[in-house]
């Protein structure tokens, strides 16, 4: 996610929705480096000490060098840090933090950003690599890190959903390296591991041969997942129908719709469509155009897709196909995983990858040919 690791004297920012496991990434993290004989103060003013240690030690053995620090006091904070010179400082969360010289409640714009300021200075005058976790709605309305984003060198996101196994980290501002990366994290009882093989694990439970499943590489920083998007297109009877979409851009879907319409002769106007990234994952790159048309497409004519065929691909109002970047990329990844047939836009496309056949397409009714 940081191209490299945490930078010395670094201040970064975890952000993400209460319960999404950010406390239990950082507890890992933070028996990880005590474990390497590196020095670390983890400030709670969330939970008890007594909780705390209770989650350590379901994540594994403590080490001695890992000091617990329950106060919200970023002055007594700073001062601990300044006698122990720790490797790793972690602060959760900086909604509880308070700087006794600012006005405002624990939480509030002022104090957030003076407790900010505060580890900011510790950070960079003792060099010590600090972590603060801030809490966001899905909205990100609270005073926590939308306020932050401009003082600290690094943000990261945790994004997932708490009723699926799979968490992302994304990188999306790092002063000392890429901010495209992202890591995918398991949660058992255990904690959070890391995915190895994330485009199998998105996969595993894809239905076989039904309508409006369909495959498409998203390309995710330096590496491609694989992942299954659907759509289901259903009668209604309502003068309005109905346009829901789950980890896509509503607006891009609603003018996939109107060209599916209008190009292709998709009689979609009394039909609810509902469009989904199955996984917990954000697919908003235009890439995802072609097989989210696909799934549509099969949905509506009750065809499932071929089990082998992966797709890529932006689609114009006129009903062309646009490239798009990184297509090797999504190409080889498409391959590895055993996909025989990959569709992408012909401008670049190439006759084989991998033991893969790449179809290339100029419109999206050359693409739905596939359901004939």
Known sequence: MLGGGLVRGSLVLLGGEPGIGKSTLLLQVAMSVAARGGGVVYATGEESPVQVR????????????????????????????????????????????????????????????????????????????????????????????????????????????????????????????????????????????????????????????????????????????????????????????????????????????????????SALGSHDVYATVAGGIRAVEPACDLPLALAVASSLRDRPLPPDLAAFGEIGLAGELRPVPRTSLRVDEASRLGFARIMCPAPGASGSSGGADVIPVTTLEEALRVLD
Do not use: W
């Open 54 to 265: 209770m989650r350590a030690e379901r994540l594994g053995e403590i080490a001695e060098g890992l000091v617990l620090f329950p106060e919200t006091d970023v002055t007594a904070v700073e001062a601990l840090a300044e006698s122990e010179r720790p490797a790793l400082l972690v602060v959760d969360s900086i909604q509880t933090a308070v700087d006794p010289d600012a006005s405002g409640g624990a939480g509030s714009v002022v104090q957030v950003r003076a407790a900010t300021t505060r580890l900011m200075r510790v950070a960079k005058d003792l060099g010590v690599t600090t972590v603060v976790v801030g809490h966001v709605t899905k909205e990100g309305a609270i005073a926590g890190p939308r306020v932050l984003e401009h003082m600290v060198d690094a943000v990261l996101y945790f994004e997932g959903e708490r009723d699926h196994v799979l968490r992302v980290v994304r990188a999306v501002k790092n002063r000392f390296g890429p901010v495209s990366g992202i890591g995918m994290f398991e949660m058992d009882e255990g904690g959070l591991r890391g995915v190895e093989h994330p485009s199998s694990a998105l996969l595993k439970d894809r239905p076989a041969a039904v309508p409006g499943s369909a495959v498409f590489p998203l390309v995710e920083g330096p590496r491609a997942l694989l992942v299954e998007v659907q759509a289901l297109a259903s009668q209604t009877c309502a003068a309005q129908p109905r346009r829901l979409a789950t980890g896509l851009d509503l607006g891009r879907v609603l003018q996939l719709l109107a060209v599916l319409d209008r190009r292709v002769g």
